[in-house]
């Protein structure tokens, strides 16, 4: 069976090697990480207060700070809530650039 050559294309884009997003991030990933980080230390919180708020390990919270692990917007709300910080004030902080 023959492939269209649309599905030529899938497969070879499909086949390329994309550089890993995942170690050290771009400089907005790191952003996002300093900035939760910073907002855990004025909270006097251990990674591990954050990570019982979370419930999930110390390690989820580790591994997102030292920018290992992007995190989706859902995440970023829930920490903020377990760091008592709304979203619009963590957002508006990531814009300023604080």
Request: hydrophobic share 40%; with cysteine.
């Amino acid at each position: 069976m023959r492939r269209s050559t649309q599905d030529q294309t899938f497969w070879q884009i499909r086949q390329m090697r994309l550089p890993s997003p995942a170690v050290g991030g771009a400089p907005k990933h790191k952003r996002i990480a300093g900035l939760l980080r910073n907002l855990r230390l004025e909270a006097k919180l251990r990674q591990v207060d954050v990570a019982e708020r979370l419930r999930l390990p110390q390690s989820f919270v580790s591994r997102y700070e030292s920018g290992e692990r992007r995190l989706d917007f859902v995440e970023v709300a829930e920490i903020c809530a377990a760091l008592g910080v709304r979203l619009s004030d963590f957002v508006r902080h990531f814009e300023s650039g604080r």
